[in-house]
């Protein structure tokens, strides 16, 4: 089974400036992928970022980029330049992707907070 | 854009009440999927479909049922409300692919009293 770890429920960050959001998974397989998806007050969530296992790159979608440590199992989110915008959860998921499974299991979300 | 249309933003329930939930999707996908969100908690999956009159158990379907009659239609039941029922459910669908990512609805804020 897979796990998925955000151990941040709260951050603050001043406007323009970077912050990056946690998220360490657990998973026995070797092919997966691992998705990061933003959550604002109004309740839709809006994928942001996606990085597969074997991506010899770390992933990046404009201000946002994912800081992918596969041996240590962690695929943090980086937010460069901060905006007021960005006030939302943040939710982090993965999939493995050799099995079938077609869902995504996600964490426990980040709060985060952005202020002026 | 793609569509994922849940039919209530709110709904309130009295216990022991069944509850159908709608979700409509308008991209063709194969795959649909229940989810409840409950702070601290994340998102929990409930149910999922791959295709027509085919379902899956997720993690937590005790007390839930569904329905996918249609292709683009996907239903949450619950057959007698309880008070813990009380959540935000949210309804996605994606095609097939182990890369490809889930299309959220809005979302449905249940109280069950």
New interface residues.
């Given amino acids: 089974a897979q796990k998925?770890t955000?151990t941040q429920?709260g951050m603050f960050v001043q406007e323009k400036e970077a912050v990056t959001l946690d998220c360490t998974y657990d998973t026995s397989d070797q092919s997966y992928?691992l998705?990061w998806?933003k959550q604002p007050s109004?309740?839709?969530?809006i994928?942001l970022i996606?990085q597969?296992s074997y991506d010899e790159q770390n992933a990046t979608e404009g201000r946002y980029s994912l800081n992918f440590q596969k041996a240590r199992k962690s695929a943090n989110l980086v937010i460069s330049a901060s905006q007021l915008g960005d006030s939302a959860m943040y939710?982090c998921?993965m999939?493995v992707?050799?099995t079938g499974r077609?869902?995504?299991?996600?964490?426990?979300?980040t709060r985060l907070q952005v202020q002026p | 854009d793609v569509k994922v249309t849940q039919s209530s933003r709110y709904l309130v329930k009295r216990t022991g009440e069944k509850v159908f939930l709608e979700c409509v999707q308008d991209m063709d996908h194969e795959?649909m999927?229940w989810?409840r969100q409950d702070p601290?908690?994340?998102?929990?999956?409930i149910y999922?479909s791959?295709d027509v009159k085919m379902k899956e158990k997720?993690d937590i379907p005790e007390g839930y049922s569904v329905s996918r009659e249609k292709k683009e239609r996907f239903s949450l039941i619950l057959e007698s409300a309880s008070t813990n029922q009380t959540s935000?459910y949210?309804c996605?669908s994606?095609p097939?692919g182990?890369?490809e990512?889930?299309?959220?609805?809005?979302?449905t804020q249940l109280s069950v009293l």
Wanted: aromatic fraction near 24%; proline fraction near 2%.
């Fill in positions: 998925i955000q429920p992928g998705f998806y109004s309740g839709e969530m994928f996606y597969g939710f998921a999939r992707l050799d077609r869902a995504l299991t996600f964490g426990s979300g | 795959n999927f989810y601290g908690l994340g998102l929990r999956l999922f791959y997720g935000m949210l996605a994606g097939e182990a890369r990512k889930l299309f959220f609805g809005s979302g």
